[in-house]
């Protein structure tokens, strides 16, 4: 049964980089026709999705953070990363992994999420 | 960018249907996705391609898609059902693929 896994850290400064790493167990992730999205929400308000990464590091970023985000693959580890950069209070949320289908584009499988707070 | 428009909440008596919109220009011509979250939880995908249910999930749930309206149905609704629901379509240049999400209370 796959499974979707945030780590990393639950505090970052502002102005610093926020950095998130997604671990799928139970498959490859490289041995399907699957893309791999990170989804955030703030406290209290709805889901924004951040971007999307095939294991041939194809991405699709969310236009409106597509200058800070950098989403990368690790196919040895089985683990796709979020990088988010210039981070504000506005950026704390709730980071969710999950595995993206192609075609039609909807999210399967969410990991549990992890909240990331931004403060000095 | 493509907006989705959800009603902030729905409120329905146990036993009976709760019918929760996504608006949107010609969604119709989209494929639309649903997603139920209960506090505290990850969203787990109830529906997707506007009428099909992932294994698991309920035959309770229905979806309709057709012209600026695409409608969630939740038949014989239960306290269980109480929880956030969002829609979602595909629009990489978009910077909004959800809707803003709908309370979905049972009384």
């Known amino acids: 049964q796959l499974q979707l896994q945030e780590s990393g850290p639950g505090l970052v400064k502002p102005s610093e980089t926020l950095s998130l790493t997604c671990t799928v167990s139970?498959?490859?992730?490289?041995?399907?026709?699957?893309?791999w999205g990170w989804i955030r929400q703030p406290p209290g308000k709805g889901l924004e999705w951040i971007g999307s990464i095939y294991y041939s590091g194809s991405t699709y970023y969310n236009p409106s953070l597509k200058s800070r985000v950098t989403i990368s693959v690790d196919t040895s580890k089985n683990q796709f990363s979020l990088k988010l950069s210039s981070v504000t209070a506005a950026d704390t949320a709730v980071y969710y992994c999950a595995r993206h289908v192609p075609g039609d584009w909807y999210f399967d499988l969410w990991g549990r999420g992890t909240l990331v707070t931004v403060s000095s | 960018s493509y907006v989705l428009t959800q009603p902030p909440s729905v409120s329905v008596a146990p036993g009976q249907t709760a019918r929760i919109t996504c608006g949107g220009n010609n969604i119709g011509s989209k494929s639309v996705h649903w997603y139920q979250q209960k506090p505290g939880q990850a969203p787990v995908l109830v529906v997707y391609d506007d009428s099909d249910r992932p294994s698991g999930i309920p035959e309770r749930f229905s979806g309709s898609n057709s012209g600026n309206t695409a409608t969630l149905t939740i038949s014989r609704v239960e306290a269980g059902d109480e929880a956030d629901y969002y829609c979602q379509v595909w629009d990489s240049s978009s910077d909004r693929l959800f809707g803003g999400g709908t309370k979905l209370t049972v009384l």
């Open positions: 139970g498959g490859s992730i490289s041995s399907s026709s699957y893309y």
